[in-house]
């Protein structure tokens, strides 16, 4: 068999079983969601986190720690990215929610409940997840050194509103071009999750600036 050809079927293999683990994955996505909507508590835990990630849409679909994320990760509320939190934050997470997979804890009876064919991970299972998560993380960014710390008001809305969810990211992770699209899909986040976006009520609390932020992450983007 001559050398392109050879390469040419090696890819193609090579997205044939990529496509079907991520359509796979998808179904679990979708199973999950089903489940939710026949259960009292299925609202409450749709809004845990908003539906923007799919299987295919995270880094390295096709490793052994994206499957395992989607197999445990969907089974009580829509996907997290790893970019969602940065590398420190996630095996407390992971430990948070392997009980509650068990059954016990905050919301333990919920969850049993809701999910009588519940998959729990095995140590291993638990430490490629976090391994995976880590891996492909938000990276932290310590606030007081950005610049404009404490001296614009931009840098405030920026720092007060992008830190409600998770660390407040790195200007220097997107483009000028990408940064309002990051902002906007934020904006559908915080109202999926139900955050506060601002109060008109209340003139003393702080505003959302979401014009403010923008600009201010795009003065200091990837270039
Ligand atoms: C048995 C149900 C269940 C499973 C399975 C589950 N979670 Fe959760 N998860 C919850 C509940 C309930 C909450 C809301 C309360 C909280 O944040 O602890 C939550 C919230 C979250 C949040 C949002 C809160 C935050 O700290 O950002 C993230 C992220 C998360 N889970 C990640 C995961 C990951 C990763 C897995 C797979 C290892 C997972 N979950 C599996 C029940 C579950
Ligand atoms: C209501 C909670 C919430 C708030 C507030 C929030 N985020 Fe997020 N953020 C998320 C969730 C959920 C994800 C993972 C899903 C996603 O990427 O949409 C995420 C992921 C991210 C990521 C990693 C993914 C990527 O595209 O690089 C960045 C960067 C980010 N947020 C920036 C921001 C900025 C900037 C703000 C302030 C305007 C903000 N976030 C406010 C919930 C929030």
Avoid at 33 to 47: D, F, I, K, P, V
């Amino acid at each position: 068999m001559n050398q392109a050809v050879l390469v040419g079927l090696l890819l193609w293999a090579g997205t044939g079983s990529t496509l079907a683990q991520a359509i796979d994955g998808d179904d679990r996505i979708k199973a999950a969601r089903a489940r939710w909507e026949y259960n009292t508590h299925g609202q409450m835990l749709r809004r845990i986190l908003p539906p923007t990630t799919d299987a295919a849409q995270l880094p390295e679909p096709a490793s052994r720690g994206a499957q395992l994320t989607v197999q445990y990760c969907v089974q009580c509320h829509n996907l997290a990215p790893p970019a969602m939190h940065h590398a420190a934050k996630w095996p407390a997470i992971v430990n948070r929610m392997v009980p509650r997979m068990h059954g016990k804890g905050n919301m333990g009876a919920i969850m049993k409940d809701l999910m009588m064919d519940v998959e729990t991970p095995g140590p291993a299972e638990i430490a490629a997840i976090t391994a995976y998560l880590q891996k492909h993380a938000q990276r932290r960014v310590n606030t007081a050194t950005l610049p404009e710390a404490n001296k614009s008001r931009a840098w405030v809305s920026f720092v007060q509103a992008c830190s409600q969810c998770h660390v407040a990211p790195d200007p220097q992770r997107h483009s000028r071009d990408e940064w309002p699209q990051v902002v906007a899909r934020m904006e559908r986040n915080m109202e999926w999750m139900n955050r506060v976006v601002g109060s008109k009520t209340d003139p003393r609390e702080p505003q959302y600036r979401s014009d403010e932020i923008v600009a201010y992450l795009q003065r200091y983007a990837k270039r």
